[in-house]
């Protein structure tokens, strides 16, 4: 690809050389928006940073893997087999590593090191805004999914440790899934969330990894040696339609998501080159199928078309290796939730101040009480919405939905706005199939998004 340089014009917003609260962290995106200068940046510059090889590959692995993982049998099931979940899978991880190259290369051109800020410069103020309204929305769904699943695995907890038959009616209050989640919430998860800043991301990380790593092995495991109370349901062998096959789409997109981590991944490498950036990524989404297509064959073929949204709710309750899985998985949430947070309260502080054209060097107290004001009311939304939508595979859908736009949309008009922008008199016929290919991954997250707005919108019709 060319070489191109290009830069936004932010004058309207009047942005400032920091708007607000900046996530310093792989997984937040950043709400500086101001022109950096023309050095600042450079992957040759001084300001290159630290990050190996393989030390990216790690990171963009640990970015992709976590929560969704539980979904993946149940994707298989919705695509109907074995044979339609890995097809599609495959299929879909082209687009996926093509999307992650599109970043680093776009990063690389307009010289910024967050997944907005780029976008922001390549495709304009308005598509900028877009991006960074979208993610706010995602992090917000995801910490919904967060609680929810934070219920799902201390139901089947509460229900060894008090004793109680599977689906027992008459619980007592303190068993209560309402309860359970809302107090578990207000003890950890709130005072997790309300700092300005996190100094536990590296510990996060290294729970989740093990975590998610412990889930698959467990699911692999209990599909070679069985337990006997386990009976697998009808095991499909083709779908039903190719809308089943498009429904199970969210599911993946939700599983491979880590565009929005993945630029900041890329200016932390020692030699940001889109090359060697494209081994990288192509490395670590082969390791992240592996760990999600070894998860979703054996939990599908171990319950088969009665597998539950979250695989884990398939298995007894009283199965220890498979109750350390659930204590993993609640604990790899605890802290993810706050991080997830933290993403989505540093866009809307940004966008706040641009539009109130707010300077920085405000009172503390305010930046302070506005932190806590905006967490309060984060929480109280997300913890309300988790109590009363309990099924995990209703927002994995929906929330799937918005990380099409950020593995296709976004890339896709970054691609075609970065060509468009090259000044070359005469279009190599690369050019044309770069802008084409640009089309075609705005067009698949288009129909991705679309469909799963469509879907959502009848079920709740006929609800």
């Known amino acids: 690809m060319a070489e191109v340089s290009i830069n936004s014009d932010l004058g309207e917003w009047g942005s400032s050389s920091d708007s607000g609260e900046r996530a310093r962290l792989l997984q937040s995106p950043c709400v500086d928006t101001a022109p950096k200068s023309e050095g600042e940046a450079s992957p040759e510059g001084p300001g290159r940073g630290t990050t190996s090889t393989i030390g990216a590959i790690f990171i963009v692995v640990n970015a992709c893997l976590g929560a969704g993982l539980l979904n993946f049998p149940a994707a298989f ?65 995801t910490c919904i999914a967060f609680l929810i699943i934070i219920g799902d695995q201390q139901d089947k907890i509460i229900a060894v440790m008090a004793k ?50 412990y889930v698959t092995a467990i699911i692999i495991i209990k599909y070679i040696w069985p337990d006997k109370e386990m009976t697998p349901g009808d095991i499909l062998t083709r779908p039903a339609s190719w809308v089943a096959v498009f429904n199970a789409m969210p599911t993946i997109c939700f599983g491979f998501q880590c565009h929005v981590s993945s630029v900041p991944v890329f200016n932390s490498m020692q030699r940001p080159k889109v090359k060697t950036w494209g081994g990288v990524v192509t490395a670590a989404m082969v390791i992240a199928l592996a760990v999600y297509m070894g998860t979703g064959i054996c939990g599908f073929l171990t319950f088969g078309a009665a597998v539950d949204p979250d695989v884990l709710l398939s298995y007894p309750s009283e199965d220890m290796a498979v109750a350390v899985a659930r204590a993993f998985i609640i604990l790899s949430v605890l802290t993810s939730y706050p991080i997830l947070h933290f993403c989505g309260r540093a866009v809307v502080e940004g966008l706040w101040l641009r539009y109130q054209g707010v300077p920085v060097e405000e009172d503390v107290g305010r930046e302070r009480r506005r932190r806590v004001l905006q967490t309060l009311v984060w929480f109280l939304l997300t913890l309300l919405l988790a109590l009363f939508i309990p099924d995990i595979g209703k927002v994995i859908s929906v929330i799937g939905g918005l990380a099409a736009c950020f593995i296709f949309v976004f890339p896709g008009l970054c691609l075609i706005q970065a060509k468009l922008s090259e000044m070359e008199e005469v279009k190599p016929a690369s050019w044309w199939a770069l802008v084409s290919y640009g089309v075609l991954l705005v067009t698949l997250g288009a129909f991705i998004f679309g469909q799963t707005t469509a879907n959502a919108i009848f079920m709740d019709l006929l609800a």
């Open 77 to 141: 099931s919705t695509a109907g087999g074995l044979a339609a979940g890995v097809t599609l899978q495959m299929g879909m991880l082209v687009f996926i590593i093509s999307g992650l190259v599109i970043l680093g290369y776009c990063s690389q051109a307009s010289n910024e090191r967050t997944y907005q800020e780029v976008v922001w410069a390549v495709c304009g103020k308005l598509t900028g805004v877009l991006c960074e309204v979208t993610i706010a929305i995602y992090t917000f769904g």
């Open 164 to 213: 109680e038959p599977e689906g027992a009616g008459g619980s007592l209050w303190y068993t209560d899934r309402k309860f359970t989640i809302s107090l578990t919430a207000f003890l950890f998860i709130l005072p997790l969330s309300i700092p300005r800043e996190i100094g536990f991301q590296k510990y996060a990380s290294f729970l989740s990894v093990v975590g998610t790593w």
